[in-house]
């Protein structure tokens, strides 16, 4: 069974940073495609970051230059690293697995967690 257990949410000012990781369990992600995606209330889901199987990465044009996905292949570990954080960076953050759709960066996924929220206050 596969299990993504995402941790790293909180809140934080504007400015700030925060580091999401992403434990894969009955998974793993050597030679996986993975990613980030978040949702707003009230909003669309939204692509974040994605990274291929040969390390490639793609991000959101509203998050390039300050947030950077990564691997652990040792601990079977996604990351997001999330600097210069804003506002309209709050949302749920979901990482998700082996997506079946691929355009850019907005991706749906076989897998996906739980989710850790994100609160960025001004």
């Known amino acids: 069974q596969v299990q993504l257990a995402e941790s790293g949410g909180g809140s934080v000012q504007a400015g700030g940073s925060l580091r999401l990781s992403c434990v894969a369990s009955?998974?793993?992600?050597?030679?996986?495609?993975m990613g980030w995606f978040r949702q707003a209330p009230g909003k669309e889901r939204e692509g974040v970051a994605a990274?291929?199987?040969?390390?490639?990465?793609t991000y959101a044009d509203s998050v390039k230059g300050r947030f950077t996905i990564s691997k652990d292949d040792a601990k079977n570990t996604l990351s997001l690293q999330m600097n210069s954080l804003k506002p309209e960076d709050t949302a749920m953050y979901y990482c998700?697995?082996?997506?079946?759709?691929?355009?850019?960066?907005?991706?749906?996924?076989?897998?996906r967690g739980q989710g850790t929220q994100v609160t960025v206050s001004s």
């Open positions: 009955g998974y793993t992600i050597r030679r996986a495609s």
């Open positions: 998700a697995a082996d997506p079946w759709r691929v355009s850019g960066v907005d991706r749906s996924y076989r897998y």
């Open positions: 990274i291929e199987r040969d390390g490639r990465t």
